[in-house]
C-alpha cells in the first residue's frame, strides 16, 4: 500500500478540520481529493506529508508507519499551490536543491537534472530565472524539483488553481502523461471537479472534515452516494418530488415520497411540442457551451431548471427567450433520509 491513513482526526482549537479519516492509496495510483474550502481535502493532504500532527489516528507510508515522524525523514515530494520556487536561483539551481542538500556530487547531479528537464519539457530552460517563465513553466519546474530526490509519493496541494484554464487544461493532460510514464504514488488536493475526473483514478469526495465518498471518476458522477456528492460533482437540479415525471427515477429507492428529487441537466429533456409526461415550462436564457445549448428554464411555480441540450436535438435559432417548452426527466436520482447537502 501507497500511503495508509487509519481513523485521523485533526483539530485547531474548536474546529474540526478532520474527523475520524481512514484512506487507502494504492501504490503507483493517482488519487484526488476534492471538496469545498473548508472540507479537510489541504490538512489531510499536510497530515499525510507531516507537516501536521494527527490529534488522534496513525498514517502510513509505502509500509512504514509515518505518524510520528519529520516531513524530512518522510521522503515527499511535495508541491504548492504558489510555485515556491527561489527566485534568486535559475530553474537549474531550483530543481538541484534537494539533491545538494542530501550530499549528491556534482556530475550525478547534473545527469538528474538534465533528466527532469528533458521530463517535463524545458531543455534549454536552465539557465533561466523563475520571472523569466510563464506561470505554466514554474509550476513544471516546481514538480521537477519535488521529484528530484525519488519521491516514495508525491502530494500536490491545489498546484494549478492559480493558472488561466487553457493552461490548467494542458498541465492537467500532461500531468497524467507523466504518471503514467513513473507510476508515482500520487495524491493531488483540487476543488475543481474537473480537473479530478481529468487526472485521477479514484477521488475522494470531503465534505465537513469526512470522507463522503471514495470511488472511480465514473462512480463518484453515475452513482454518487449522498445528496452532497451529487450536488458538488456536476451540476444538478433539486425539484421537489412530483414537479417533474417521475420518469427514470429508479423503481425500488427507499426514500420517501417527500424527498426531492436530483435531475442532471443533461437528462432534462426538451420539446418544443407538448408530449407525454412534460410539463410547460418557459425559457428565460438560451447559453451556447460550444456543442451544446444550456437553458435556463422557468416552471409554473417559479421554479427555476437548467436544461443542457445537444445542438442536433434543438435549433436554437427556433427558440426565443419567453417562449413557451415542454421538459420531462430521462433519468433522476432520490437518496435515503439522514443525509444533508
Known amino acids: 500500500m501507497g500511503i495508509r491513513v487509519a481513523d485521523v482526526t485533526k483539530c ?44 488522534v489516528g496513525r498514517i502510513w507510508i509505502t509500509g512504514e508507519e509515518a505518524t510520528e515522524r519529520s516531513v524530512q525523514d518522510r521522503n515527499i515530494g511535495f508541491v504548492f499551490q504558489h510555485f515556491a520556487l527561489f527566485k534568486h536561483r535559475s530553474v537549474r539551481q531550483n530543481v538541484a536543491f534537494g539533491l545538494e542538500l542530501r550530499g549528491w556530487k556534482r556530475e550525478a547531479i547534473r545527469r538528474r537534472v538534465d533528466e ?3 521530463l517535463v519539457q524545458l531543455q534549454g530552460y536552465g539557465g533561466r530565472y523563475p520571472s523569466q517563465l510563464s506561470g505554466g513553466q514554474r509550476q513544471r519546474v516546481a514538480l521537477a524539483r519535488a521529484l528530484a530526490v525519488q519521491p516514495r509519493v508525491l502530494l500536490l496541494d491545489e498546484p494549478f488553481s492559480a493558472l488561466d484554464y487553457k493552461v490548467r487544461k494542458e498541465l492537467r493532460a500532461w500531468l497524467r502523461s507523466l504518471h503514467d510514464e513513473m507510476h508515482v504514488t500520487t495524491v493531488i488536493v483540487t476543488h475543481d471537479q474537473e480537473e479530478a475526473m481529468e487526472v485521477a483514478d479514484r477521488i475522494v469526495v470531503m465534505n465537513q472534515g469526512r ?18 456528492v451529487m450536488s458538488f460533482v456536476g451540476e444538478v437540479n433539486i425539484l421537489p418530488r412530483g414537479l417533474l415525471s417521475d420518469q427514470g427515477v429508479p ?19 426538451v420539446f418544443t411540442q407538448a408530449v407525454a409526461g412534460a410539463i410547460p415550462a418557459r425559457l428565460r436564457r438560451l447559453s451556447h457551451m460550444g456543442r451544446d445549448l444550456q437553458a435556463e428554464l422557468v416552471l409554473v411555480d417559479g421554479q427555476t431548471v437548467l436544461a443542457q441540450i445537444p445542438r442536433d436535438q434543438l435549433d436554437p435559432r427556433a427558440l426565443t427567450v419567453g417562449d413557451t417548452l415542454h421538459i420531462r426527466s430521462r433519468q433522476a436520482r432520490t437518496f435515503e433520509p439522514d443525509y444533508s447537502i
Do not use: C, N, W
Not at 221 to 226: L, V
Not at 252 to 268: E, I, N, Q
Open 211 to 228: 470522507i463522503e465518498q471514495i470511488g472511480t471518476p465514473a462512480e463518484i458522477y453515475d452513482h454518487p452516494e449522498t445528496p452532497f
Open 251 to 269: 423503481p425500488s429507492t427507499d426514500a420517501p415520497p417527500g424527498s426531492p428529487l436530483f435531475v442532471r441537466p443533461h437528462d432534462v429533456e
Open 12 to 55: 485547531f482549537g474548536d474546529f474540526m478540520a478532520v474527523h475520524d479519516v481512514s484512506l487507502d492509496v494504492e501504490t503507483g495510483s493517482l488519487v484526488a481529493l476534492l471538496g469545498p474550502s473548508g472540507s479537510g481535502k489541504s490538512t489531510l493532504l499536510r497530515l499525510i506529508a507531516g507537516l501536521e500532527t494527527p490529534d
Open 116 to 118: 527532469l528537464l528533458e
